[in-house]
């Protein structure tokens, strides 16, 4: 890009040079600024977006808000940063597709690598079982998976009933892991729990209906 | 940023002053301003976001609208302040999630660590079930939570009916909590409801659903 | 504010005195001028919503639109006006949290204590229920919270039959009330209702399904 | 407002003025023009919001777009027009708030006070219905309104089976009404429609499901 | 308008003309333009969406668009053009509203009485039924309609099936009818299918569920 | 169009003569340029989008993006071009509609007319089925259709299970059609389907539901 | 292009040399730039997307973002890559259409052929299930796939339990392929898991529901 910006500024030199000639001749040089001016400004409008860019792409690098490797989210599309241009950003996703964002597109900039993550599971239980129990099971599964998994960085705690929903009471289960961890600790922590309620036949509720038989309902009044 | 600001105001000087210069020897300067003044409009919209941030930053600052380590939202993006730069803030989600923002997109900001936050708890009970013995149990589980739980700063009381849904009259229990403890309070709220209710033999509704027989419905007529 | 407008009107006559002095000693000022033409452009789009605040701040105070302790809805953001500032509007939200917007953005506003407020309930029943007992039993609620709740400024009345649903017949009662009262006026509405349908066994629908038995059909061909 | 553009005409006058006098003193105004020009630079976009306003409000006022009593709609906003100023709307809705537009949000405007307005009221009997004998009742529900209701300007007629939907045929009743009174007649409808069905027992469908037992279709093959 | 615009010109040439008697007696004017420009930029601001209402009003008209009385739809508005103004449209919806839009903001216009009207009418048979038989009842019913009514100006005709969904098959039946007529002939066409429906005991289903027995699944393994 | 061009330009020369003739006289003309210019700055800004609209209608013929009777997209319209004119393209909808789209609205372009289209069909069957002989089954008839249908390019072919759905698995069918014929292919497979199926006792699923009971549940512990 | 680009300066040459003539003869060439600036402003606004079209497009090519015959998506449009023109890009997506986009549309690019591909197949399985048992057997699938399947680059992987859904415990599988052959793998691996389950006795869940009777709950109390 360097190379570029000389190149730019060379002809800037030249043409100014030229019309300072011209000058000296005493040729009316107005007409020629004036066209060029009319020129400039269709290209200027069109490069606004190339300078966004780069300006942009500066403050990236310097402000340090991600570098190659790091697992990001910019607008909708998330991926791993593979390269990081003057012009232009490129994601690999999970997907195995490549993301090429200008750099003027990334504003706000979500970065999934800074520091640990929380991996969060939410487990259903019906309304019947006995909560006190069910604490007590999912924290025997919390200090197994606590001592056993090393990306786990703070222990995966009960915050307690995070719901009463439709279906049953909803409690929820957060660690802190090592970044891109976070997932995995989410599905040992779901499988660990399944076994778990499986050996304590705590069941994990299907969608539940109450019927009313009209006729009864009739019959009543 | 003061060290950038310096620098700047200093090519500014050289720039006039150099034009002064040449123009004291008759050298048209018309020119080289002409071209300056092209190239400063293109850099112009590009930087014009840059001094935006910055504008914004200031205020920011200066009217206190947040702090490092307030938890707020911005847009639809939540986190604890973790850095209150110059040009961007960094928000630090629950999820660990780093969301890196430059200032001129905070326009509307939510704090919420400034005053006391409020908790608030829906509860569902069948049409079936006496309100009045309801609201006395809910009392009774409201009155042990403003006693025993120091983040509680008012109340919690109970609304009143706030809906008559499709599968139960739904119950609505506010209460105002130091901040980032309102859904601590949420969740003890909810697991000692469940508990009276358990020990009162209130049920908590899952879906309802009366049933018609079509053929005694023909057999009506 | 009026301190910053005088000293910005200070600093524009003390540019403008340099520039007539240096010019009265025949300096040629008109690369000063274009400099500080560029830099004042990139300041002046800068700074332009920040003007852009200040007048729309000027409006609301000049025409009353609200003022502090109202309750009012700018955009989807909702709270009482804690503080109307020159550069900023600052709301709270009844979940406690502090809605800081600034005053551009505060375009279309909806101002609730200006003025009776309606509260509005709808009431579901089934189908077979008799219209005009239900009707009887909701006009001797109405006339009761009529008499009891000083808060009505007119009405409870029944509006009739809003609408013909899938699950019953929705009548809808409105009263006018004392603005920020209207809530608390809907929840006594909607608990002397129930109570009241208690008494004279009117139910209120859970969703209703009529089942077919397909052999049955298949025989009735 | 006029005392407002007199005020402002008069001091765009002095300012000609004072540059007109300097001018005769030989002073070089160039300077102050300049500054003056960028000034009124960042008013004038800040001000164009007011000119829209106005020149909008203008035309509201010159077309009889709307007047101050009518009911109108504009952006997703209703309501009875209150006031209807230079910069503002007010409108008032139904639910007792008060909006307040600024005229140059006053795009597309919605008046429904205008002519007759439709009622419109959609009727689900089951399939099973005869839908000449259910017309036949709808009728006469309609000949018993065209008479007895004087807000109704063209007669309730039926328009035809507008939908075959999942739980049964959809007939659709219009009648032309005097404006704000379209809701009334909907209502008016629906009580009159409902009772004639329970008189010559027609039944509103509840939702409707065939079941299929797994063992019989099992047992088909 | 052509009132308006020559008032418009005249005042521009009493401007023009003062400017240039000022001229001659050699008092400066510049500083008048200048001021005369500001204030021009502002109402040029103002004024340019007038002028693009004017303008597209004249290409609405010229290329004939629409005309008063088509039923067209422009943005999410439909209605019968009422007025066709030089600056707004307006639309007599079939609810009664009046629709006032300014020309400029009717960019895609959709006329609906510009050549014949397509009626479409999907019908779902269960999947149990002989499709070649309802085909054939459904074609009687098509010829039918071909010859008793006018408004069909090409025969309505079965495409096919057009989707096997969840409830049943979906066959569609389409016809061109002249403008404003494609609902009557849509409602036509459903109530004579009904009716040849229930005379050759063709069922429109309801919704269709098959049943598992948990306890039978298990005694299967 | 050439006409209106020429029209302008003549005018403009006009205009450029009558300056130059008052500038002989030494009579100043600045003041004429620049009233002319705020004029035509204001025209200027109105006639963007016609300038605009021609651009793009341009471009449209000469790269051949779509001609008279191809069946497009644009936005989210369809229909069948039926003028493509200097400012607007007119689509004319299946429903009968004429959409008049401004060129300039005209961005993106779904060509549905060059080269062969695809019909896609995706059908259910239930879990309990055997695939291969589904598979087997759907063979045979897209065989069938490969060779009596001559608007199919490329066979039907099952490209296999693309879905493990809630009520059933999904299999999908591609094929190959001339233009505007892929409809009618899909409904051809859809039928011939049907009726292997029929013939085949193969059954497309309704939804299907296991149930369970409450009491056998809590019997099981 | 390049001959489109030499015709344009040719032109602004001729028009820079006729001016410069017309000023060797002491003509007043001021109005006609004024005029030819004014014209040149209105074509500019046009022309300017043109320029970012052309600009974007040479930075596709340039930076080699994608080339023709690789399947990218754009917005909210997918296709193969047909042609890369100056002006404008052409998809064709799957379905045979043919997407035409201007190059300036052309911001992000997802580039679906640059690296291997991720076929995700996701897996119900009832609670009942024994899951160490259907990883298993889900294990033996993906080894076979491993070995007989060309495409498939890295194994497919059992990632683990992705959710614990209403109907089921949900499992995700994970495989790299060679591009475009995502889609074949995947339906592979739900064939042969189909299979797989089938000769094991697993079932892949329909929704299930618990059902409780009213009068049984009533009797508990």
Redesign the interface.
């Known amino acids: 890009i360097t190379f570029m910006l000389k190149n730019i500024i060379k002809y800037?030199f030249y043409?100014?040079g030229a019309?300072?000639v011209l000058?000296l001749f005493d040729?009316?040089?107005?007409?020629?600024?004036?066209?060029?001016?009319?020129?400039?400004?269709?290209?200027?409008?069109?490069?606004?977006?190339?300078?966004?860019d780069?300006?942009t792409g500066f403050?990236i690098l310097f402000?340090d808000?991600f570098s190659v490797g790091d697992y990001i989210?910019v607008?909708n599309?998330e991926g791993i940063v593979e390269e990081l241009?003057v012009?232009?950003t490129k994601l690999?996703?999970?997907?195995?597709?490549?993301?090429?964002?200008?750099n003027s597109?990334v504003?706000?900039?979500?970065?999934?690598t800074?520091?640990?993550?929380?991996a969060?599971v939410t487990?259903?239980v019906a309304?019947e079982e006995d909560?006190d129990r069910v604490i007590d099971v999912l924290d025997r599964v919390c200090n197994e998976i606590r001592e056993s998994n090393k990306n786990v960085v703070e222990g995966p705690t009960i915050?307690?009933?995070?719901?009463?929903g439709?279906?049953g009471?909803d409690l929820t289960i957060v660690a802190?892991t090592n970044?891109m961890e976070?997932?995995?600790v989410e599905?040992?922590l779901?499988?660990n729990i399944?076994?778990a309620f499986d050996r304590e036949?705590i069941?994990?509720?299907?969608?539940?209906?109450?019927?009313?038989?009209?006729?009864?309902?009739r019959g009543d009044?």
């Open positions: 800037v043409f100014i019309i300072m000058d040729i009316n040089t107005t007409s020629i600024l004036a066209t060029a001016g009319i020129g400039g400004l269709a290209i200027g409008f069109g490069a606004q977006s190339l300078v966004k780069i300006i403050f402000e808000q989210s607008g599309l241009g012009r232009t690999r996703d999970f997907s195995g597709e490549l993301h090429i964002i200008p597109k504003e706000i900039v979500t970065n999934k800074r520091g640990a993550m929380r969060l487990i259903s309304y909560i915050l307690g009933i995070s719901n009463l439709e279906s009471i802190k970044p976070q997932w995995s599905r040992q779901r499988k399944k076994e036949n069941e994990i509720p299907y969608s539940r209906l109450v019927l009313y038989n009209e006729e009864s309902l009044k």
